[in-house]
């Protein structure tokens, strides 16, 4: 509803001050979408697609040609850009997406789970930008399915469920209005074997589980756990 391609049934939204329907032409000059599916062209460049894709939105052929050069070095595939994107990866592909959507320099942009099945390389290139496009000053709106991701990119979180916003607000303020038990994870160098019966012997502590080289602690108590784990 936010990008225009739904009509809401009932309510308003606007973005960037403008009214979802009624100004939808409006808000699309001002938004960048990266769907879920790709609107790129396989038998095409990477560099052929954003010069095609500024063009769609009145960027000048000056602008589109450093935007372009400049976005394709961000996301590290300047040395493929005229390689056709049939050949390239995954995660490869959905850096060029990015890439597309900010060929017109939007003010918002609404990323469907960016770094879904990515490779570990393409996730950080993708976060590390988003990083730096926020502190730029862009709107950035994402949704995902990964709870580390959405505690180190976004300021504000919303969790929804079956269609309705559950509960909303800073990362650090959701985890901490959290009630009940707690896991600490911990890896140690060296020889850890008595870690397990270290902790078992600490009334907060509910249960200690190893998992290859790391131990799941169990609490109530997180904080008096960490102190103790440091004596340790």
Not at 169 to 179: D, V
Not at 192 to 221: A, C, I, P, R, W
Request: proline share 2%; glycine share 8%; hydrophobic share 35%.
């Amino acid at each position: 509803m936010l990008t225009g391609l739904t009509k809401p049934t009932s309510g308003t939204a606007k973005v960037s001050g403008r009214d979802c329907v009624r100004d939808c032409l409006v808000v699309r000059r001002k938004i960048g979408v990266v769907s879920e599916t790709s609107n790129l062209y396989n038998e095409m460049s990477a560099w052929d697609n954003l010069q095609f894709i500024g063009g769609l939105y009145g960027v000048d052929k000056t602008t589109r040609t450093d935007r372009a050069k400049r976005l394709l070095e961000a996301f590290q595939l300047y040395e493929r850009r005229n390689d056709r994107l049939v050949g390239y990866s995954k995660g490869m592909k959905r850096r060029v997406r990015i890439a597309a959507a900010l060929m017109h320099d939007p003010e918002v942009l609404f990323l469907d789970e960016p770094t879904s099945g990515l490779d570990v390389q393409s996730s950080r290139i993708i976060r590390v930008l988003l990083r730096e496009l926020n502190k730029q000053g862009m709107t950035i709106f994402l949704t995902t399915h990964y709870i580390d991701e959405a505690d180190e990119l976004c300021g504000r979180v919303a969790i929804i469920r079956q269609g309705s916003v559950v509960v909303e607000g800073a990362p650090e303020l959701l985890k901490s209005s959290l009630q009940g038990e707690h896991v600490v994870e911990v890896a140690l160098d060296g020889n850890d074997s008595d870690l397990e019966v270290f902790l078992k012997n600490e009334s907060v502590v509910n249960e200690v589980t190893k998992q290859g080289d790391k131990y799941h602690v169990h609490t109530v108590d997180p904080n008096s756990v960490i102190k103790r784990i440091v004596e340790f």
